[in-house]
Structure formats: C-alpha cells, structure tokens
Nanobody
Framework: QVQLVESGGGLVQPGGSLRLSCAASGSIFSFNIMGWYRQAPGKQREWVATITSSGITNYADSVKGRFTISRDNAKNTVYLQMNSLKPEDTAAYYC?????????WGQGTQVTVSS
C-alpha cells in the first residue's frame, strides 16, 4: 500500500509564490511517475505537472514557465514550486503516484490566491 501526504498550501497574494510537498510512503517502486493535479470549485480535476523517477518533466500550458516540479527520490518526495501565482490558480492541489498500473492519490492541500 502507498500513502501520500501533501503540505505547503495556503493563502497568497497574486504574484506570490508557494512550494507544495508530497511525501510518499509504503511500497514504492524504483520506477514511478509522480504528479500534481488541481481541482477548483465546480470544475473537474485537471493535470498540472508530472515527473518520472528519472527526472523527465511535463507541464500543462497554463502553468508552464511559472511552476516547477521536482523530486527527491531518496525521500520519495515530490515538490511543486509555484511562482507568479494568479487568482485562477486557486484550487485544491492533489499529489498522484502511478506505479505498477495503479494510481494513488493524496488528500489534497488548498491553495488560495487572493488579495
């Protein structure tokens, strides 16, 4: 079994920055893909960014150039550095780990961008 715990959300002003963390524990495979998704009220959950265990990254167009995903394989932790935040980035952010044909989700952390 795999558990994911996110942290780092909060309230930030437009143009500000936040760093999210997601720590995975349990049976973690050497090859996996970790990623961040977000869900705003009344909207479907959307993909934000992913990173493979070898460090290959991909980003949604809406966050490219502003967000950076990274990971520490020794700590089984993935990060999302979010800069130049906009009100439309407001959402619950979820961490996902994919391995062995299965997906695991964290409980989510709220990010609110407002003045």
């Amino acid at each position: 079994q795999v558990q994911l715990v996110e942290s780092g959300g909060g309230l930030v002003q437009p143009g500000g920055s936040l760093r999210l963390s997601c720590a995975a524990s349990g049976s973690i495979f050497s090859f996996n893909i970790m990623g961040w998704y977000r869900q705003a009220p009344g909207k479907q959950r959307e993909w934000v960014a992913t990173i493979t265990s070898s460090g290959i990254t991909n980003y949604a167009d809406s966050v490219k150039g502003r967000f950076t995903i990274s990971r520490d394989n020794a700590k089984n932790t993935v990060y999302l550095q979010m800069n130049s935040l906009k009100p439309e980035d407001t959402a619950a952010y979820y961490c996902k780990l994919s391995q062995g044909g299965r997906n695991y989700w964290g409980q989510g952390t709220q990010v609110t961008v407002s003045s």
